[in-house]
């Protein structure tokens, strides 16, 4: 096993003007015209500017993924990062001497040259009291090495904290704290992203003087790998316990300190793919930070805070700290006082707040606030107010969600709406925004070597509808998305992460899981009456969050969704004071006000599906081609094309009903046929004159 480089002691005192100079050349150096092209020049330190002026600290987008510490004294430190998940990453720490109340102007910058990113930082308080800062370095994006740097601060609670000079550990990205085991071992694990043997578990017997990699841990499966993220905590009975993140939540044991792990294997508690924390509390229990409850996953959102008795093996209690989506990546720390401290983000962009909850174990347990103790959704860092306000009171939205259509092995249709307001405005609409967009895809919820669509105008003549379709896809793969929107290319949000699931492949014979629908009568739904004037239980709840059977159907997580016709009535309620659609912005209006309830921005959001018209969703009961009525016939078929992923953005000969689509071999649409049948409705199909 590699020895490494015994720590210097060298200290970095340097003035406020050496400060200054060091962060103008590398700002100069951030602005070279060339790329580099040794990807080497990542096993060099990045520059670390101490209390940097705050104009030499790059502006930025998107900040998140945070770290916690707090000294004997009672003095919290945090880290996090800027332009994170972009080859600009660059970390900051800051601090504050008033529990979390008010923090400080950044401490310390870590800014690495151009070309490499500085990535994934963690801090650490070791058992000598002194404070650590841990970051990951890459050239570029990720280069399949990666490395662990550090620094190193004898005194954190003195006003001016000197600094080690840097220095790299070992391979791989770290991210969470190290662990000390009960004979003083330092056990800190890395990732080599989606390598074989990923996970690499480093120790030092010599308080952090020296590290040696002691063992590494697989995920055999190439297709779940990932960025690790892994977390050790050291069981009663001596062994090991790691939780990784592996397309939701896996674990390993090792029984020798750390040299060798059993396979890693999924864990039967459910989480999304994402960052989670787990820690030994003073009181001998252990903490879980997760993303929902412990037999659900749920998306990035309900992070919730578990206490265990026995090591893991089973949890009691759910804190809720934050029920919002997009709160991501907690760590945490407790105080002497028994005070627990956790950090996480809230929408990197265009908010980038960094937020702090404190709580006790008696909360946890609980599963509500009952201590006095108890401090939510407390402000670490937000992007400037100027900055992060404007940016959404002038960016376009997207009310309706997202869609994936006309899914198969190698394909999707992805589509959303940009739009003005986030719900009705007092019209009962939802106006469109102009503004661009493109769609971000990975087979990861991290996003790790994503792909990007081109980027789209969103134009008035096609209700600013964006429509890209993706080719080339892994057959039987589940897919990750999420839309980039903004007023141009320069200033864009990054929206919630989506899903599909493309299909098996006609060489592939397994069962699929879909729902059918049809006939979603808004104004009956709205006004609590059927058709034929019998109430339904339509409650407060469901004319907020939409149809019910959403909910229910997305608890049975289908492979696809088939929407029979009828999606929208233009021709109801028919009354004097509410007549029949027939303009196109009435029309159009149809399909906003139904497809912004949160149950189907969810619903749709998750599961892709297949679409063909009726007669309500084209014309007006039993309508035709025929006919002088309005809405007229092309009318009617252009409209249902524009609305739905169907077809490819501009295609006008795609059918708009009755369209064959095979699922796996002998299947259409999930109708399983013998030769006779499936030979009667492709003549039927070919014979139909319905467009």
């Given at each position: 096993?590699?020895?490494?480089?015994?720590?210097?002691?060298?200290?970095?005192?340097?003035?406020?003007?050496?400060?200054?100079?060091?962060?103008?050349?590398?700002?100069?150096?951030?602005?070279?015209?060339?790329?580099?092209?040794?990807?080497?020049?990542?096993?060099?330190?990045?520059?670390?500017?101490?209390?940097?002026?705050?104009?030499?600290?790059?502006?930025?987008?998107?900040?998140?993924?945070?770290?916690?510490?707090?000294?004997?004294?009672?003095?919290?430190?945090?880290?996090?990062?800027?332009?994170?998940?972009?080859?600009?990453?660059?970390?900051?720490?800051?601090?504050?001497?008033?529990?979390?109340?008010?923090?400080?102007?950044?401490?310390?910058?870590?800014?690495?040259?151009?070309?490499?990113?500085?990535?994934?930082?963690?801090?650490?308080?070791?058992?000598?009291?002194?404070?650590?800062?841990?970051?990951?370095?890459?050239?570029?994006?990720?280069?399949?090495?990666?490395?662990?740097?550090?620094?190193?601060?004898?005194?954190?609670?003195?006003?001016?904290?000197?600094?080690?000079?840097?220095?790299?550990?070992?391979?791989?990205?770290?991210?969470?704290?190290?662990?000390?085991?009960?004979?003083?071992?330092?056990?800190?694990?890395?990732?080599?992203?989606?390598?074989?043997?990923?996970?690499?578990?480093?120790?030092?017997?010599?308080?952090?003087?020296?590290?040696?990699?002691?063992?590494?841990?697989?995920?055999?499966?190439?297709?779940?790998?990932?960025?690790?993220?892994?977390?050790?905590?050291?069981?009663?009975?001596?062994?090991?316990?790691?939780?990784?993140?592996?397309?939701?939540?896996?674990?390993?044991?090792?029984?020798?300190?750390?040299?060798?792990?059993?396979?890693?294997?999924?864990?039967?508690?459910?989480?999304?793919?994402?960052?989670?924390?787990?820690?030994?509390?003073?009181?001998?229990?252990?903490?879980?930070?997760?993303?929902?409850?412990?037999?659900?996953?749920?998306?990035?959102?309900?992070?919730?805070?578990?206490?265990?008795?026995?090591?893991?093996?089973?949890?009691?209690?759910?804190?809720?700290?934050?029920?919002?989506?997009?709160?991501?990546?907690?760590?945490?720390?407790?105080?002497?006082?028994?005070?627990?401290?956790?950090?996480?983000?809230?929408?990197?962009?265009?908010?980038?707040?960094?937020?702090?909850?404190?709580?006790?174990?008696?909360?946890?347990?609980?599963?509500?606030?009952?201590?006095?103790?108890?401090?939510?959704?407390?402000?670490?860092?937000?992007?400037p107010i100027e900055q992060a306000d404007?940016?959404?009171?002038?960016?376009?939205?997207?009310?309706?969600?997202?869609?994936?259509?006309?899914?198969?092995?190698?394909?999707?249709?992805?589509?959303?709406?940009?739009?003005?307001?986030?719900?009705?405005?007092?019209?009962?609409?939802?106006?469109?925004?102009?503004?661009?967009?493109?769609?971000?895809y990975a087979t990861d919820a991290g996003?790790?070597?994503?792909?990007?669509?081109?980027?789209?105008?969103?134009?008035?003549?096609?209700?600013?509808?964006?429509?890209?379709?993706?080719?080339?896809?892994?057959?039987?793969?589940?897919?990750?998305?999420?839309?980039?929107?903004?007023?141009?290319?320069?200033?864009?949000?990054?929206?919630?992460?989506?899903?599909?699931?493309?299909?098996?492949?006609?060489?592939?014979?397994?069962?699929?899981?879909?729902?059918?629908?049809?006939?979603?009568?808004?104004?009956?739904?709205?006004?609590?009456?059927?058709?034929?004037?019998?109430?339904?239980?339509?409650?407060?709840?469901?004319?907020?969050?939409?149809?019910?059977?959403?909910?229910?159907?997305?608890?049975?997580?289908?492979?696809?969704?088939?929407?029979?016709?009828?999606?929208?009535?233009?021709?109801?309620?028919?009354?004097?004071?509410?007549?029949?659609?027939?303009?196109?912005?009435?029309?159009?209006?149809?399909?906003?006000?139904?497809?912004?309830?949160?149950?189907?921005?969810?619903?749709?959001?998750?599961?892709?599906?297949?679409?063909?018209?009726?007669?309500?969703?084209?014309?007006?009961?039993?309508?035709?081609?025929?006919?002088?009525?309005?809405p007229a016939a092309d009318t009617g078929?252009?409209?249902?094309?524009?609305?739905?992923?169907?077809?490819?953005?501009?295609?006008?000969?795609?059918?708009?009903?009755?369209?064959?689509?095979?699922?796996?071999?002998?299947?259409?649409?999930?109708?399983?046929?013998?030769?006779?049948?499936?030979?009667?409705?492709?003549?039927?199909?070919?014979?139909?004159?319905?467009?």
């Open positions: 096993m590699k020895q490494l480089t015994p720590m210097k002691t060298l200290k970095l005192r340097l003035s406020a003007l050496l400060f200054a100079t060091a962060a103008a050349v590398v700002l100069a150096d951030l602005s070279a015209a060339e790329e580099p092209a040794d990807p080497d020049i990542a096993l060099k330190p990045a520059h670390v500017i101490v209390n940097p002026w705050r104009f030499h600290i790059p502006p930025t987008k998107r900040q998140g993924v945070p770290g916690i510490e707090r000294t004997a004294k009672g003095r919290l430190w945090a880290v996090y990062g800027r332009d994170v998940e972009s080859t600009r990453n660059y970390q900051v720490l800051t601090r504050s001497d008033d529990d979390g109340k008010s923090w400080s102007d950044a401490q310390l910058m870590i800014l690495p040259s151009r070309g490499v990113r500085a990535m994934s930082a963690s801090i650490w308080i070791d058992p000598q009291g002194r404070l650590w800062v841990f970051w990951g370095q890459a050239f570029g994006a990720q280069d399949g090495r990666y490395g662990i740097f550090a620094i190193m601060s004898d005194d954190p609670d003195a006003d001016e904290s000197q600094w080690s000079a840097p220095r790299r550990l070992g391979d791989g990205i770290m991210l969470n704290k190290p662990t000390v085991l009960s004979d003083g071992d330092w056990l800190l694990t890395s990732s080599v992203w989606k390598t074989d043997n990923s996970i690499k578990v480093y120790a030092s017997n010599d308080q952090g003087e020296s590290f040696t990699l002691r063992g590494t841990a697989n995920i055999a499966d190439p297709k779940k790998r990932g960025p690790d993220e892994p977390m050790i905590v050291e069981r009663k009975d001596g062994s090991l316990w790691m939780l990784v993140r592996m397309q939701g939540l896996a674990e390993t044991i090792s029984t020798d300190r750390g040299k060798t792990w059993a396979p890693v294997q999924r864990s039967s508690i459910k989480h999304c793919t994402s960052r989670f924390f787990v820690r030994r509390l003073m009181s001998g229990s252990l903490l879980l930070v997760k993303h929902g409850p412990l037999d659900k996953r749920v998306g990035r959102q309900q992070l919730t805070a578990y206490a265990s008795n026995d090591d893991g093996n089973s949890w009691t209690g759910g804190l809720m700290i934050d029920e919002r989506e997009d709160v991501t990546y907690p760590d945490g720390v407790q105080a002497d006082d028994g005070r627990i401290h956790i950090i996480y983000d809230h929408q990197r962009t265009p908010l980038g707040e960094v937020l702090m909850a404190t709580f006790t174990e008696e909360d946890v347990r609980a599963g509500e606030p009952v201590s006095d103790k108890i401090r939510l959704r407390g402000k670490v860092a937000r992007l404007a940016r959404v009171d002038s960016q376009p939205l997207a009310a309706q969600g997202e869609f994936a259509g006309e899914v198969i092995a190698d394909s999707v249709l992805l589509q959303t709406r940009l739009t003005a307001n986030a719900g009705l405005d007092t019209n009962g609409d939802i106006p469109g925004a102009p503004g661009v967009a493109c769609f971000e996003f790790n070597s994503a792909k990007r669509t081109a980027w789209i105008s969103a134009k008035a003549n096609e209700d600013f509808i964006i429509r890209a379709k993706l080719t080339g896809l892994k057959s039987g793969t589940a897919y990750f998305y999420r839309a980039l929107i903004g007023r141009d290319q320069e200033s864009f949000r990054t929206g919630p992460t989506r899903q599909f699931s493309t299909l098996p492949g006609s060489q592939v014979n397994r069962d699929v899981r879909f729902c059918v629908g049809s006939c979603m009568i808004y104004e009956r739904f709205m006004d609590g009456t059927s058709a034929n004037k019998v109430p339904i239980a339509t409650t407060d709840e469901d004319r907020r969050l939409g149809y019910p059977a959403f909910a229910a159907m997305n608890e049975l997580k289908p492979d696809f969704f088939v929407g029979t016709g009828d999606i929208v009535y233009y021709d109801w309620p028919r009354t004097k004071n509410r007549p029949a659609a027939t303009a196109l912005p009435d029309l159009r209006k149809k399909w906003h006000e139904q497809f912004r309830f949160p149950r189907l921005v969810d619903f749709f959001g998750r599961t892709p599906a297949f679409w063909s018209k009726d007669d309500h969703d084209f014309r007006f009961d039993d309508a035709d081609l025929t006919g002088a009525k309005l078929i252009d409209l249902f094309r524009e609305q739905l992923p169907i077809a490819p953005a501009g295609d006008r000969d795609t059918p708009t009903c009755h369209k064959p689509h095979p699922v796996v071999d002998g299947t259409v649409r999930g109708l399983t046929l013998n030769n006779c049948e499936r030979l009667w409705l492709q003549a039927s199909w070919a014979a139909a004159t319905a467009r």
